[in-house]
C-alpha cells in the first residue's frame, strides 16, 4: 500500500522523532518468530499518549490505511505483520 504523502507528513509534524519511515526502522518491524513472512510497514509511530493513538487511528480510518499494533515483536501466529502494508 502507498500512504499518501500529506498522511505521513501529517503524522511527522505531529509526532516527530517518533515517526519513522526509513528503511531501516521499517526492517526491525518486518520479521517475527512465525514462518510467515511479509514486506515492511510503510511507516512505524510510536505514539505515547492516548491522544496521539486517537490521532494516529482517525487519520489512518479516513484513509483506508492499515493499523498494525506492535509489542515485542514476536508474533508467532504473523499477526504483527504488516501483509497490507500501513503503519505499526
Given at each position: ?53 486517537s490521532f494516529i487511528l482517525s ?30
Amino acid at each position: 500500500m502507498t500512504i499518501p504523502e500529506f498522511v505521513l507528513d501529517e503524522l511527522a509534524d505531529r509526532l516527530g522523532a517518533r515517526f519513522s519511515t526509513a528503511s531501516g526502522v521499517r526492517a526491525q518491524h518486518a520479521g517475527s518468530e512465525s514462518f510467515h513472512r511479509a514486506p515492511p510497514p510503510d511507516a512505524v509511530a510510536w505514539p505515547e499518549t492516548t491522544a496521539e493513538v486517537s490521532f494516529i487511528l482517525s487519520l489512518c480510518n479516513a484513509h483506508d490505511i492499515p493499523v498494525i499494533g506492535w509489542g515485542v515483536g514476536t508474533s508467532l501466529e504473523g499477526q504483527a505483520l504488516a501483509v497490507r502494508g500501513g503503519i505499526t
